[in-house]
């Protein structure tokens, strides 16, 4: 990777279907800037700081976050090193949970906490109204409906210019795309955990992004191994592999790996730029039906 200089615009951009949003198709997520297991203030808030910064410098103009981390946060950070913001970058945050005292994840979906909290993202982060704001579901048998309306009521409102949906199932998609338009999933997907492969084309061909996290989450050690052995070859990391694999499997997928360093953010970006060889997509997409 030597030689080439370090820019998100090498990923390609993607424009969010129905919107004027355009994006770079390597993004950051904020995630990874709270304390330890997210929770709480970050061991070097100067260096968090310096992480958003440098994500903007890096071309980054899609950053994903939710007042639920920290939590409040990621929030409060992204505010104090960006604010006024870049007409350029687009926030995207996630609503339907929230931390406890104890640092507990409590998933809650009723319309009165929803409003409060895209209320309390647009506080915290010193906007007029979210560019995009993502249901978080917590398992297939939840209801998506009666949430999913009330996201259409707050974006009918101004609050929210666009929806987007997390950990859902193609029913709950569906069910909540019958209400309003949905714009992005983001879901658990990466190289070996591949059961939303299906979805993934079929929202490929609507145009719809979808945004997976956990990119390097689930491995076995042959599958670990597999993917360090196709990045030695390539001269890179597994990390960056891994990375480069979403980008080339859907021109679809918007990818937000987090991170609380300036140097692993510059080694995520460089998978931008990173064009796997035919020989070793065969190879990975191997890893992911031995999975």
Not at 154 to 168: D, F, K, N
């Amino acid at each position: 990777m030597s030689g080439i200089t370090l820019s998100a615009t090498a990923a390609g951009r993607f424009t969010f279907p129905g919107t004027d949003i355009s994006v770079n198709r390597m993004g950051y997520g904020a995630m990874q800037l709270a304390g330890p297991h997210v929770f709480g203030e970050p061991r070097d808030p100067d260096e968090a700081r310096a992480v958003l910064r440098e994500a903007l410098s890096l071309d980054i103009d899609h950053i994903d976050t939710s007042d639920f981390y920290g939590p409040h946060v990621t929030n409060r950070l992204i505010r104090e090193a960006l604010h006024p913001y870049p007409a350029a970058l687009t926030l995207v945050t996630k609503i339907g949970a929230w931390r406890n005292e104890t640092g507990e994840w409590i998933l809650r979906r009723d319309a009165d906490f929803l409003r409060r909290s895209v209320e309390d993202n647009l506080s915290r982060l010193g906007l007029d109204q979210m560019s995009i704001v993502n249901l978080r579901m917590g398992g297939p048998e939840d209801d998506i409906e009666t949430p999913m309306r009330a996201m259409r009521r707050m974006q009918e409102e101004g609050l929210l210019a666009h929806i987007g949906v997390s950990t859902v199932t193609e029913r709950q998609l569906a069910a909540a795309r019958d209400i309003a338009p949905v714009v992005c999933v983001q879901n658990h997907y990466n190289l070996v955990h591949r059961e939303d492969d299906a979805m993934i084309d079929a929202l490929a061909e609507e145009g719809i992004a979808y945004v997976p996290y956990f990119p390097l989450g689930g491995f076995t050690p042959f599958q670990a191994d597999g993917l360090s052995a196709v990045a030695q070859e390539a001269g890179t990391s597994p990390q960056s592999v891994a990375l480069a694999w979403l980008l080339q499997r859907s021109p679809n997928i918007l990818v937000i790996p987090g991170t609380s360093s300036r140097g692993h953010l510059r080694e995520n970006v460089a998978a931008a730029a990173l064009q796997l060889s035919e020989a070793h997509l065969a190879r990975l997409d191997a890893l992911g039906r031995k999975g």
